[in-house]
Structure formats: C-alpha cells, structure tokens
C-alpha cells in the first residue's frame, strides 16, 4: 500500500482515462519513447533527462513545468523532451511501468508518478505501490508484471540513459540540453528565460 494520503482525485480520473485504451501484452520495446511537449517546429528544444526517483525532477515538474509551459511551450516558442534516466532499480521499473500503458499514455504516467514520487520510490514495496498506481489505469499486477520482465523493454530505457552518457556527458538528474547546450540541475522559470531569451532573438 502507499503510504501518505491517498491519490488525488485528479490522479485518478487522469490514470481512468488513461485505462481506455491499453495496448496489448506484446513486447512494446518499439514503444518506449521520448514525450514531447510543445510545437514540433518550436524555435527552442529544451531536452530534459530524468530519474523518477530524483526530488529535484518532481520539483521541475510539479513546480517549474507549468510556469515553464504557460510562457514558452503554449506560445509555441519552446518544445520540450522528457527522456528516461533512471538513476537506480526503482526508476529503471517506474519508467517501464510509465511505459507500459503505451505511448499515448506514458505522459500521464510520468505526471502521475512525480505528482506521487513520495508516496511510491519510498514504499517499503515500490513494485507493489507501482502497481497499485497502475491498476488505477486499469493495468492489472500481471500485465505490470510482464513489461517488468521484457527484457527489450529494459534494454530500450536503459540505452536511454547510455545515450545521454556518450552524446551530451550528462551524469546527474535534472539535466537539460537547451539546444544542444548542457545545464545541469535544477533551476526556476527566470532562470530558464535568461536561457531561452537570447535563442529567440
């Protein structure tokens, strides 16, 4: 069980819709990929590299993102690209639980899980706490259970990571690559403005 309050209400209406449409219990390797926000063509490319368990990337999303997203992403100024950096076993299997239910849903996933990130990374059984969050998706413990042990999966998330590694040298979460650019750590909206400004001009 998760310790705390309960799930929010938007939680769970967000994790109800997202049962809807489930994609089937085959391999989704071909499924694990990157969320993006904002237009396609946004003049700035705001990469975000991210552990599920790390605070600082709650905090990024629950406190920075929708600032960030009001001002820039919304404007079609800006697009931003979620991509997995699990810094231990239990962001490696909250990534892949995010990725089960597809990639239609992965970002509801993800907000679900840094909106929750205290209430599952610290449970005594994350991979019970895990599941219960997916049942609200309507994702059952042995479908949860299959994508855990697909391998190609695993692999997909963790190539993530080495790609981070080897093309951008990033070693910590937050870290954000701000069109082609290496930031490291956490920072407020006006400190990303001061970034982006000067790329829009």
């Not at 997202?18 to 694990?32: D, F, G, M």
């Not at 990337?57 to 997203?69: E, Y």
Request: charged content about 25%; hydrophobic content about 45%.
């Amino acid at each position: 069980m998760l310790k705390g309050s309960k799930l929010t209400r938007r939680t769970a209406l967000a994790l109800a819709t997202a049962a809807l449409a489930l994609p089937s219990l085959k391999s989704r390797a071909a499924e694990v990929t990157e969320r993006v926000i904002g237009e396609p063509d946004a003049p700035v490319t705001i990469i975000e590299y991210a552990s599920l368990t790390c605070p600082h990337c709650a905090s990024f999303h629950r406190d920075v993102l929708p600032g960030l997203k009001e001002r820039y992403i919304d404007t079609g100024k800006v697009k931003l690209v979620f991509r997995d950096f699990p810094l231990d076993q239990v962001a490696l299997r909250a990534a892949v639980v995010a990725h089960c239910g597809g990639p239609a849903r992965y970002g509801q996933f993800l907000d679900v899980l840094f909106e929750n990130q205290e209430r599952w990374a610290h449970a005594e059984d994350p991979v019970a706490a895990l599941k219960q969050i997916a049942s609200l998706a309507g994702l059952s413990g042995e479908q949860v259970d299959a994508c855990l042990a697909d391998e190609q999966m695993i692999d997909a998330v963790l190539q993530s990571r080495l790609d981070a590694q080897q093309e951008y040298d990033v070693r910590s979460t937050p870290t954000f690559v701000i069109d082609g650019k290496v930031y490291p750590g956490g920072r407020d909206v006006e400190a990303f403005a001061e970034i982006i400004e000067p790329l829009l001009r």
